[in-house]
């Protein structure tokens, strides 16, 4: 995997899972592999948007992608 996505992966990871730990260190491997902060703003909020829909719709009983639950 290019550097970049892994970084962009283990922050999503991190931002899913132990978003309480996140400090400015979880940010230089996101600005060592080119993001600018405009860049690692989105990215915190498309990791943010995903878990929020996939939890509410999860907490309602439906399932947003049926196929992958299948």
Do not use: C, Q, W
Not at 7 to 29: C, G, N, Q, S, Y
């Amino acid at each position: 995997m290019p550097p970049r996505m892994r970084a962009l992966v283990e922050f999503a990871l991190k931002v899913t899972h132990r978003h309480h730990e996140i400090t400015e260190e979880d940010l230089k491997p996101l600005r060592e592999a080119g993001l600018s902060d405009e860049a690692i703003i989105e990215a915190a909020e498309v990791a943010a948007m995903f878990n929020f829909t996939n939890r509410l719709l999860n907490s309602l009983g439906f399932k947003p992608n049926p196929e992958y639950y299948g």
